[in-house]
């Protein structure tokens, strides 16, 4: 009886994921055509997962694990703020794979940890329990591959915003 019902699922089931996989390769070999990094994407729901026994005030994980687990979410392909900074990033005049913040290459470490404690637009502000100082420390200096401009020394005042 069992059965009479299951086979015709199953094969239900196998004509329905044909065309579907079809897509999402397409859409995968699309995905890495646009991006520059080597490799497959992790994808946001490929991030890994949130080490719940780590000491979070003395992370042992490196900032680009912890920016993929604590922004990965929004920040890595895919995710609703790598959408919105890519259309900011392109009305900007720049390549679409600059909407992910680990390509950007004009970014402080004071800037990414007023935009995390603060929020900008549709990104809402992170309390410490989101991400601890300890943390953004860490994921901030990732993040930052701005070349101090040369009178930064010069003048602090230029660098608050
Ligand atoms: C809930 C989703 C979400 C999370 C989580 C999130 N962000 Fe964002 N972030 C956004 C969105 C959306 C924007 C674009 C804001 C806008 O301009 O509308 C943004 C913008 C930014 C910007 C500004 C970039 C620019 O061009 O000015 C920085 C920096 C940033 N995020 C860093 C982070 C970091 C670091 C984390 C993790 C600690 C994080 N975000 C977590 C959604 C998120």
């Not at 004509?15 to 646009?34: G, L, M, N």
Request: net charge positive; hydrophobic share 40%; aromatic share 4%.
């Amino acid at each position: 009886m069992k059965a009479l019902i299951l086979v015709p699922l199953a094969l239900g089931l196998a004509a329905c994921s044909i065309t579907p996989t079809k897509d999402r390769k397409a859409d995968q070999q699309a995905a890495s055509a646009a991006a520059p990094a080597a490799g497959p994407i992790p994808t946001y729901q490929m991030r890994p997962p949130v080490d719940a026994q780590a000491n979070r005030l003395a992370p042992a994980a490196d900032g680009k694990t912890l920016f993929e687990q604590r922004c990965g979410t929004c920040h890595l392909p895919w995710g609703m703020g790598t959408n919105l900074l890519t259309k900011q990033q392109v009305a900007l005049g720049r390549p679409p794979a600059m909407g992910l913040l680990s390509n950007r290459t004009d970014l402080t470490a004071d800037y990414v940890k007023t935009v995390v404690r603060q929020g900008k637009n549709a990104m809402p502000p992170l309390t410490k329990v989101d991400v601890t100082d300890a943390e953004l420390d860490r994921i901030a200096a990732y993040l930052a591959k701005a070349q101090p401009a040369p009178d930064a020394s010069a003048s602090e005042s230029g660098a608050a915003q």
